[in-house]
C-alpha cells in the first residue's frame, strides 16, 4: 500500500465526519429549516420527503461513525437515485444540470462502503475490531474505489476549468437560493489550474504535490469568496468545494489508488531496483 496507515486513518475519520455535517445540513434545511430555508416536512409519498429524514439520520451516524458502511451504501444509492430522476434530465454535464453535489456525494459514500469508517467512530470505540469477513473483504477494494473516486472527481473539477476559461456549461439549474461555486468566481487565469490540475488527477499522475496547489487554490476560494456570504456552506455555495477539499487532503495522504501512473513509476522503480539488486549479487558470486 502507498499510504501510511495511522494518518491515512486520521484523515479518513476526517473525511467522514466532514462529509457527514455537510449532508446532514441538507435534511435539517427540509425538516426544520435550517438556515432560512422553506421546511418541506415529512412526506413519505415523495422522494423529496423522504430525503430529509435520510440525510439527517444518515448524517448523524456518519459523523458518529456508526453503521458506517451500511449507512454509506444506502445514501449512495439516494444520491445516485436523486441525480438521474432530478438533475441528469436536464443535461449530460453534471455542473450544468445542478447535480454535481449528488455526484460528488454519491461516490464519496460508495468509497466509505468500502474505507469503513476510520478509528475516529463509535465503531471503533464499542467494537475495537477489525470486523467481520466481509468487512475485511470490502476492505481489499478500498484502493481500486478510491482510483474511481479520485478520478470521477477530478473529471467534474476540471469542467469548472472550461467554464471559467471559455465560459462554456453554463448552469442551467441547481438548489434554489443557492450563489454559484466559489471556483466560478475566481479569475479566467484559474481555468488553467483547474484543467491541468484536473488532468493529472484523473490519469493519477504526481497526485500529491497536485492536490497541494489545487487545497491552496480552493481555501483562498472559500474564505475569500463564500465565507463573506455566509458561514453555512448550504447558503454561501461552498458545499461542493468543501467535499473537494475533503477529498483531495485524503488523496494527499492516501495517495492516488491502485490505478494510476504514480503507481505504476513505483512499481517500474522497484522491479528495477530489484533487477539491479539481483544483477549486482550474481556478479559478485561469479
Given at each position: 500500500m502507498e499510504r501510511t496507515d495511522?494518518?491515512?486513518?486520521?484523515?479518513l475519520s476526517l473525511v467522514r465526519i466532514g462529509a457527514g455535517l455537510l449532508f446532514f445540513q441538507h435534511g435539517a434545511e427540509k425538516l426544520w429549516g435550517f438556515a432560512g430555508a422553506r421546511i418541506v416536512g415529512f412526506n413519505f409519498h415523495s422522494l423529496f420527503g423522504i430525503a430529509g429524514p435520510l440525510e439527517v439520520i444518515g448524517g448523524a451516524l456518519l459523523v458518529l461513525g456508526l453503521f458506517t458502511r451500511?449507512?454509506?451504501f444506502i445514501l449512495s444509492g439516494e444520491m445516485a437515485v436523486a441525480y438521474f430522476t432530478r438533475w441528469a434530465p436536464r443535461s449530460f454535464w453534471p455542473i450544468s444540470n445542478g447535480g454535481e453535489e449528488a455526484v460528488l456525494f454519491c461516490f464519496l459514500f460508495?468509497?466509505?462502503?468500502?474505507?469503513?469508517?476510520?478509528p475516529w467512530s463509535l465503531e471503533q470505540v464499542l467494537h475495537k475490531s477489525p470486523g467481520g469477513p466481509l468487512q475485511r473483504k470490502a476492505g481489499l477494494w478500498e484502493g481500486d474505489v478510491r482510483t474511481l473516486l479520485r478520478a470521477v472527481y477530478a473529471f467534474t473539477f476540471s469542467l469548472h476549468g472550461y467554464r471559467l476559461m471559455f465560459g462554456v456549461l453554463p448552469a442551467l439549474a441547481g438548489r434554489r437560493g443557492a450563489p454559484a461555486m466559489p471556483l466560478d468566481a475566481l479569475p479566467?487565469?484559474?481555468?488553467?489550474?483547474?484543467?491541468?490540475?484536473?488532468?493529472?488527477?484523473?490519469?493519477?499522475?504526481?497526485?500529491?504535490?497536485?492536490?497541494?496547489?489545487?487545497?491552496?487554490?480552493?481555501?483562498?476560494?472559500?474564505?475569500?469568496?463564500?465565507?463573506?456570504?455566509?458561514?453555512?456552506?448550504?447558503?454561501?455555495?461552498?458545499?461542493?468545494?468543501?467535499l473537494y477539499l475533503l477529498v483531495f487532503g485524503c488523496l494527499a495522504v492516501s495517495?492516488?489508488?491502485?490505478?494510476?501512473?504514480?503507481?505504476l513509476r513505483k512499481s517500474k522503480s522497484a522491479s528495477e531496483g530489484m533487477s539491479t539488486a539481483v544483477g549486482n549479487g550474481q556478479t559478485s558470486h561469479s
Open positions: 495511522n494518518r491515512f486513518g486520521r484523515e451500511s449507512t454509506a460508495f468509497w466509505l462502503v468500502f474505507a469503513g469508517p476510520g479566467q487565469a484559474f481555468g488553467a489550474l483547474q484543467i491541468l490540475g484536473g488532468l493529472l488527477l484523473f490519469i493519477g499522475l504526481f497526485v500529491r504535490p497536485t492536490v497541494v496547489v489545487l487545497i491552496g487554490e480552493m481555501l483562498a476560494a472559500y474564505f475569500y469568496i463564500a465565507w463573506p456570504r455566509s458561514i453555512w456552506p448550504i447558503r454561501n455555495g461552498g458545499d461542493e468545494l468543501l495517495g492516488a489508488g491502485r490505478w494510476s501512473w504514480d503507481e
